[in-house]
């Protein structure tokens, strides 16, 4: 059952006691991202917009970890969850601060899912902590999340990455994006202006599905993975820009 608005955002409130764990599951959407933009740069190096997103969500991921590996010295088992995360970002950062290619891609598709299953275990745990989001900041995460991951599991298989699991990861992501728009929509208590950020991403989520299945028709051609680049850009920042809406909400 879904609890009143008010109810789901009164748990943002132990973030100002623990501020550094609330970066907590920006991690599996920044883990996307990356992958996203070193696929984008690897299918055309000219990228510059890719270029920029990919050294912004780096420096961004490496600078909250270390706030995260601190933040959780007190709590043994996010301790170690931040530690192997830690070991898997060296790979991870080796990896995508090389120059983008097509053998890089193959390697990113499998590190990258270790990276952002590791960083959604510690998001789950900060929250089993008491450090977690309301449950209405974590679906418009997840929204921004998996609008990233669709377009990095595209652009990949635009790459010719040819990996068994992202076929079936694509069409799961598709439908969990289906499923948190319509919980976000059935939320009780949503304000006029939450009610037109929602239907804002929703028409955003229309775009890019055309975008990805005409991709999916035809992989090689430049002007469809500049659309899926763009139309998943303009979800995050519809969906960032929700879960913002619903922070401050709370906020007294």
């Not at 920006?26 to 990228?47: F, K, W």
């Not at 490496?62 to 790979?91: F, I, V």
């Not at 789950?124 to 902590?129: F, K, N, P, T």
């Not at 948190?180 to 929509?185: F, G």
């Given at each position: 059952?879904?609890?009143?608005?008010?109810?789901?955002?009164?748990?943002?409130?132990?973030?100002?006691?623990?501020?550094?764990?609330?970066?907590?599951?920006?991690?599996?959407?920044?883990?996307?991202?990356?992958?996203?933009?070193?696929?984008?740069?690897?299918?055309?190096?000219?990228?510059?917009?890719?270029?920029?997103?990919?050294?912004?969500?780096?420096?961004?991921?490496?600078?909250?970890?270390?706030?995260?590996?601190?933040?959780?010295?007190?709590?043994?088992?996010?301790?170690?969850?931040?530690?192997?995360?830690?070991?898997?970002?060296?790979?991870?950062?080796?990896?995508?601060?090389?120059?983008?290619?097509?053998?890089?891609?193959?390697?990113?598709?499998?590190?990258?899912?270790?990276?952002?299953?590791?960083?959604?275990?510690?998001?789950?745990?900060?929250?089993?902590?008491?450090?977690?989001?309301?449950?209405?900041?974590?679906?418009?995460?997840?929204?921004?999340?998996?609008?990233?991951?669709?377009?990095?599991?595209?652009?990949?298989?635009?790459?010719?990455?040819?990996?068994?699991?992202?076929?079936?990861?694509?069409?799961?992501?598709?439908?969990?994006?289906?499923?948190?728009?319509?919980?976000?929509?059935?939320?009780?208590?949503?304000?006029?202006?939450?009610?037109?950020?929602?239907?804002?991403?929703?028409?955003?989520?229309?775009?890019?599905?055309?975008?990805?299945?005409?991709?999916?028709?035809?992989?090689?051609?430049r002007q469809l993975q500049r659309n899926v680049q763009t139309t998943s850009e303009r979800?995050?920042?519809?969906?960032?820009?929700?879960?913002?809406?619903?922070?401050?909400?709370?906020?007294?």
């Amino acid at each position: 059952m879904i609890r009143p608005i008010a109810a789901l955002l009164l748990s943002l409130a132990v973030y100002a006691a623990d501020p550094a764990l609330s970066q907590a599951p920006a991690q599996r959407m920044l883990a996307e991202r990356i992958g996203r933009a070193y696929a984008a740069l690897a299918l055309d190096p000219g990228n510059q917009d890719a270029r920029r997103q990919l050294g912004d969500a780096i420096q961004r991921f490496e600078r909250q970890l270390a706030e995260l590996r601190l933040a959780s010295k007190t709590q043994p088992a996010l301790d170690e969850n931040y530690a192997l995360l830690d070991q898997l970002w060296q790979d991870y950062k080796r990896l995508v601060s090389a120059s983008p290619s097509r053998d890089g891609a193959a390697k990113l598709s499998e590190l990258s899912e270790e990276v952002a299953w590791i960083a959604q275990k510690g998001a789950q745990l900060a929250e089993q902590g008491g450090s977690g989001a309301s449950r209405a900041v974590q679906l418009a995460e997840d929204a921004a999340t998996l609008s990233q991951r669709l377009a990095k599991i595209y652009l990949l298989q635009a790459l010719g990455v040819n990996k068994g699991f992202l076929p079936k990861d694509l069409a799961a992501a598709r439908t969990e994006f289906e499923q948190i728009s319509k919980q976000l929509k059935s939320l009780p208590g949503l304000s006029q202006r939450l009610k037109d950020q929602i239907a804002l991403m929703d028409s955003q989520w229309f775009f890019f599905q055309q975008a990805i299945d005409e991709l999916a028709k035809n992989h090689s051609d430049r002007q469809l993975q500049r659309n899926v680049q763009t139309t998943s850009e303009r979800i995050h920042e519809v969906a960032t820009g929700l879960a913002a809406s619903f922070a401050r909400t709370a906020a007294p």
